[in-house]
């Protein structure tokens, strides 16, 4: 079986020498379905894994859950996020939880550790373990629940593909990409429930509608923009502290949407306007092909997150590229970008940067 067919995108440099490269693909695509640019094979089938959280969400939304339970749009951006596990996204999960009228252990997530070193610091000396309601997927899975209880559907076995609700979410998902659910691949993401492997650009065409979805029908429409809008003005809840999603939505000031998936996926959705050439949505589908799993400590760049390092050098030189950000912005999220790789003694030895031109 070949392999797909990736181009290098992220150099990463020490002295003269070109120590490390990062391949990768992506795919540029607007509201009409009208393709923008790429790299790589815009082609390439491959998972979303939890970028495909604000799609597993829709159908809730458009249900009529939001004004069913009295979500808060806190509360809905943190069922479309990957969260640190702070205290705080601890405490909103609890209030969502209480609103459905179910308990922490009914979610089927599992545990894993804090991403959030502080918060992991502070529950160790507490003598702390990880709890369900920590997990990055615990408001997902709420969400989830949410959907099974209003429909007065099993709540056991919410996470099977067989499940109701997944198959709604599947039909949904499906239909935002203008596909048929047949033609979807359907594996097991990391937190037991069902994930979606389509085509880079089916997955920026997604994107794209679920920023822009005024050809949508007007029920979906309306469920498309409270989501978006709720993680663009909520970004501390969707990631968390000195995590790339949450930052540039935070500078992007509503005008952008950014969903980080595992193993290198990245999906970014662009509000009309936030491009002066176009008022339609723009959505960006990126994969790197290595899996992105080689951050390091960034001594020069305190409190940003290290658990990736090509998928936002990657993503802000295609914003520049297409001229979604200003300088101001770009200035904000420079730890970042394009950069100097600093050793322990804060001595240049080399830089990350970008080798792809739209």
Request: proline share 6%.
């Amino acid at each position: 079986m070949p392999y797909p067919k990736y181009a290098p995108l992220i150099e990463v440099t020490r002295g003269e020498i070109v120590e490390s490269i990062h391949f990768g693909a992506f795919a540029v695509v607007d509201s009409t379905g009208k393709f923008l640019a790429g790299c790589g094979d815009p082609g390439i089938c491959t998972f979303l894994r939890s970028s495909a959280k604000p799609f597993q969400a829709l159908p809730l939304v458009e249900r009529g859950g939001v004004e069913q339970f009295g979500f808060s749009e806190r509360e809905l951006a943190l069922i479309c996020a990957s969260h640190s596990g702070t205290d705080e996204h601890l405490n909103v999960v609890l209030g969502l939880q209480k609103k459905i009228g179910i308990q922490e252990s009914q979610l089927l997530c599992g545990r894993h550790p804090i991403s959030d070193e502080p918060t992991a610091e502070a529950m160790l000396l507490r003598g702390e373990q990880p709890r369900i309601n920590r997990h990055n997927c615990s408001g997902k899975h709420s969400g989830m629940l949410a959907h099974a209880k209003m429909r007065n559907l099993s709540l056991d076995d919410y996470i099977l593909k067989e499940h109701p609700v997944q198959q709604t979410i599947l039909k949904v998902f499906s239909e935002m990409c203008a596909m048929d659910p047949s033609q979807v691949e359907v594996g097991i993401d990391g937190c037991s429930v069902p994930t979606f492997a389509v085509s880079l650009k089916q997955a920026a065409y997604a994107m794209a509608r679920l920023c822009e979805p005024t050809q949508l029908e007007q029920t979906r429409a309306d469920a498309c923009l409270r989501i978006t809008h709720a993680m663009t003005h909520n970004p501390d809840m969707v990631a968390g502290p000195g995590r790339f999603d949450t930052d540039l939505m935070t500078v992007a000031d509503g005008m952008i949407l950014s969903k980080a998936g595992a193993e290198g996926y990245q999906v970014v959705g662009l509000m009309p306007g936030a491009v002066n050439t176009s008022n339609l949505g723009i959505g960006i589908a990126l994969k790197i092909s290595d899996g992105d799993l080689g951050g390091h400590v960034r001594p020069t760049f305190p409190g940003i997150s290290t658990d990736s390092r090509a998928r936002p050098i990657a993503i802000l030189s295609i914003l520049k590229q297409l001229g979604a950000l200003t300088s101001a912005q770009l200035d904000r999220l420079s730890g970042y970008d394009v950069r100097s790789i600093c050793n322990w003694q804060k001595v240049p030895v080399g830089e990350y940067r970008t080798v792809f031109q739209l």
